[in-house]
């Protein structure tokens, strides 16, 4: 049926809806615009194709009026309101209402930034809090892997979605110093094997769960 190719998610018209416009909904609609047409991702960031076409006689770029389009460029102008519906599609009523006014994809787009991710003085306060998290980031004696990198990692993601990632190298080393000091015997092991530089933190997260589970064993035992 063809009401199907609207359904959420299944078409360009009706991406994912975002029901919380949290640290994430930024990146998600982002990597899906771009999946589906980078056009579309231009004019959200950039601002609309202007109706404007080279004209063969005078060499120049010149605004052509509608009637005198040709059809590449009807098909490129459309963009400007497949961006819009696209962004319309994906927000509920409440952050619709936010943007109704704006004329532009990019007005849109805009507008959902500054209100959610703030302008550029919360933003920075945004990331001194998180830097601060991450500084003071430490792993208590009876806390789990898991739960560990669970916290760990939504701080750096957190960052990273604020264009303020730290690299994996410190992530690694900043996670090793983070855990308790009956660690320390395998931590030493790990920096002794291991090539802090070239070590992902998955990689380092896997090790330490192995032998957190064998320290477990022999406690059972």
């Excluded at 199907?4 to 994912?16: A, I």
């Excluded at 497949?82 to 004329?103: D, G």
């Excluded at 993601?157 to 604020?162: A, E, F, G, P």
């Amino acid at each position: 049926m063809d009401s199907e190719k609207y359904l959420e998610g299944q078409s360009l018209q009706r991406p994912h809806f975002i029901k919380v416009l949290d640290y994430y909904w930024k990146n998600r609609f982002e990597t899906y615009v771009k999946s589906k047409d980078l056009d579309l991702w231009h004019v959200i960031t950039d601002g609309d194709f202007p109706p404007i076409q080279n004209n063969p006689e005078t060499k120049k770029d010149e605004v052509v009026p509608f009637h005198k389009q040709n059809d590449d460029l009807k098909k490129k102008l459309a963009k400007n309101n497949e961006a819009k519906m696209v962004i319309y599609n994906a927000l509920p009523l409440k952050e619709y209402e936010r943007i109704f006014m704006c004329q532009t994809a990019k007005e849109n787009w805009d507008t959902l930034l500054i209100t959610h991710q703030g302008n550029n003085q919360v933003k920075a306060n945004k990331i001194d809090l998180l830097v601060q998290q991450y500084e003071q980031f430490t792993i208590p004696e009876e806390e789990s892997i898991d739960n560990a990198f669970s916290k760990f990692n939504t701080i750096i993601t957190s960052l990273k979605v604020l264009n303020e990632g730290f690299s994996s190298k410190n992530c690694v080393r900043k996670f090793l110093r983070a855990l308790h000091p009956k660690w320390r015997a395998k931590v030493t092991t790990i920096e002794e094997l291991k090539n802090l530089t070239t070590l992902s933190l998955d990689e380092l997260i896997g090790n330490l769960k192995v032998y957190q589970e064998v320290i477990k064993k022999e406690f059972d035992m």
